[in-house]
């Protein structure tokens, strides 16, 4: 029987949504083993998914990755489950309608960039003595964080977003440098306009939202929405053996828009 590219690896997968469910079914399938985070996952310690079949989703925790508390403790569990940390996705966004930034009143943009932005660097700051312990050990560490294109190119009525986005790729450029010689890898995926769940609903919504989310896939040159597995495939790659020089870098998966 086949070895999947990701045996042995202990990894940490925050947020629920599309993206984060194809990357843990991407992982698993390449035999790592998971524990699954965020806001709409039920808590538990070590057991068995229903729905992998292969037995290698270790546990689900309930985390708010704006609680600073709440992520220390979120992964150093998943770190006790696991019995170490070799990697850490974060696919973890905030949903919300999009807006002009001149119609936007005070303090709409804070929530949004305490999750995306202020969140995902408090889960990195705490994963890394975990990862770097892994990675000083000779095993392969990684962080990945799927950001977006919208960090690159902006995106009309999400200023904050935009703007959080943009922020994490700094921080990824930052954290690479400070942890190359460990060896950590750093890297962010930036998909575009992606089939999921979240994304048909926006395109449904009246207003701006659902005018910008429906006309999406007509700016991308290759004419269609991305589909999650595919962003799940590169942050496979990103965590297996044949990434291991690649650090520091944004890579976008969205047909071709910010070429």
Same mark, same amino acid.
């Given at each position: 029987?086949? =070895?999947?590219? %990701?045996?042995?690896?202990? /990894?940490?997968?925050? @947020? &629920?949504?599309?993206? #984060?469910? +194809? ?33 290698? =989703?270790?546990? %689900?925790?309930?985390?708010? /990755?704006?609680?600073? @508390? &709440?992520?220390?403790? #979120?992964? +150093? ?108 890898t750093v890297n962010a995926v930036c998909p575009g306009p992606t089939d999921t769940e979240m994304y048909r609903h926006a395109a449904e919504t009246e207003g701006l939202t659902g005018k910008v989310f429906s006309g999406m896939a007509k700016g991308i040159p290759a004419r269609r929405l991305g ?33």
């Amino acid at each position: 029987m086949s =070895v999947g590219q %990701h045996a042995g690896q202990r /990894i940490l997968v925050v @947020g &629920a949504g599309g993206i #984060g469910t +194809a990357t843990v079914e991407h992982l698993v399938t390449e035999d790592a083993r998971v524990v699954v985070a965020g806001r709409n996952v039920r808590m538990g310690g070590p057991f068995e998914d229903p729905q992998d079949e292969l037995g290698l =989703v270790m546990g %689900h925790l309930t985390l708010d /990755i704006t609680d600073e @508390g &709440a992520v220390e403790w #979120g992964v +150093a569990r998943a770190a006790d489950i696991l019995g170490g940390l070799d990697a850490l996705v974060v696919t973890a966004g905030h949903r919300h309608d999009l807006a002009p930034l001149h119609e936007t009143q005070a303090g709409w943009a804070r929530d949004i960039i305490e999750t995306e932005l202020v969140g995902v660097m408090s889960l990195v700051r705490h994963a890394l003595p975990f990862l770097r312990h892994s990675g000083s050990n000779g095993r392969r560490a990684g962080i990945v964080v799927v950001a977006s294109d919208s960090a690159k190119a902006g995106s009309m009525g999400d200023a904050a977003s935009s703007a959080a986005r943009a922020g994490v790729l700094g921080m990824v450029k930052s954290v690479a440098r400070e942890n190359a010689t460990v060896p950590v890898t750093v890297n962010a995926v930036c998909p575009g306009p992606t089939d999921t769940e979240m994304y048909r609903h926006a395109a449904e919504t009246e207003g701006l939202t659902g005018k910008v989310f429906s006309g999406m896939a007509k700016g991308i040159p290759a004419r269609r929405l991305g589909q999650p597995q595919e962003i799940a495939a590169t942050v496979g790659f990103l965590l297996s053996e044949g990434s291991a020089y690649i650090t520091g870098q944004a890579i976008s998966v969205s047909g071709g828009l910010t070429m």
